[in-house]
């Protein structure tokens, strides 16, 4: 089963930077689109960024010009870089798959608060 560790989150205030980082078991990590989720209080989980093996990214509207994803195949690892962020970034992030498993990992919650 592959195994999906998610770090890097935190409270920060509107305007602040984060970059969370995703680690990935399995040798086929690196043939995988990899995509970055989030989950805020009361809704469902989105989809906000993706990121094909090859490395090129595609983004959600509200994220686009904000957010950018990255990926190191070396090390089974998927990044989101946040930036200018907003209250409404507020969410448990996770990072799993496109189209996602089954099973997801613990997520790392962000907080954009004043």
């Known amino acids: 089963q592959v195994q999906l560790v998610e770090s890097g989150g935190g409270l920060v205030q509107p305007g602040e930077s984060l970059r969370l980082s995703c680690a990935a078991s399995?040798?086929?990590?690196?043939?995988?689109?990899m995509g970055w989720y989030r989950q805020a209080p009361g809704k469902q989980r989105e989809m906000v960024a993706l990121?094909?093996?090859?490395?090129?990214?595609d983004y959600m509207n509200p994220v686009k010009g904000r957010f950018t994803i990255s990926r190191n195949n070396a090390k089974n690892t998927v990044y989101l870089q946040m930036n200018s962020l907003k209250p409404e970034d507020t969410a448990v992030y996770y990072c799993?798959?496109?189209?996602?498993?089954?099973?997801w990992g613990q997520g790392t919650q962000v907080t954009v608060s004043s």
């Open positions: 399995g040798s086929d990590f690196r043939f995988n689109v």
């Open positions: 990121i094909a093996s090859g490395g090129v990214p």
């Open positions: 799993n798959r496109v189209p996602a498993l089954d099973h």
